[in-house]
């Protein structure tokens, strides 16, 4: 059906910045369109938690922790979506996943994917 597939984490020092990455696509014959997309992270022993995200007309949503360092955004034309992340703290560090809302055609109905997720560190 529909892959997510996540890129830019690492080892960054304290008050250094990442840029992560996500890209859909489709198997050959899918037809999608993407709605929603969004960021999640989740630290050893911690729940996951929304970082970021994207409605289809562009509005934008953040967790009060990462507002004024963290900017989400899409390029539809690529089905991809970042986050350009600075001034990252230790607290930061964390598997981020993106998600999507994601309207597969041949099944007329919309599904929530999920990517594998990238390993993103933040220590001197």
């Known amino acids: 059906q529909v892959q997510l597939v996540e890129s830019g984490g690492g080892l960054v020092q304290p008050g250094g910045s990442l840029r992560l990455s996500c890209a859909a696509s489709?198997?050959?014959?899918?037809?999608?369109?993407?709605?929603?997309m969004g960021w999640y992270r989740q630290a050893p022993g911690k729940e996951r938690e929304l970082v970021a995200d994207?409605?289809?007309?562009?509005?934008?949503n953040y967790a009060d922790a990462v507002k004024g360092r963290f900017t989400i955004s899409r390029d539809d034309a690529k089905n991809t979506v970042y986050l350009q992340m600075n001034s990252l703290k230790p607290e930061d560090t964390a598997v981020y996943y993106c998600?999507?809302?994601?309207?597969?055609?041949?099944?007329?109905?919309?599904?929530?994917?999920w990517g594998q997720g990238t390993q993103v560190t933040v220590s001197s």
């Open positions: 998600n999507a809302d994601i309207t597969v055609y041949y099944l007329g109905k919309n599904v929530l994917y």
């Open positions: 489709g198997r050959s014959r899918t037809f999608f369109s993407i709605n929603a």
């Open positions: 994207i409605t289809s007309g562009g509005s934008t």
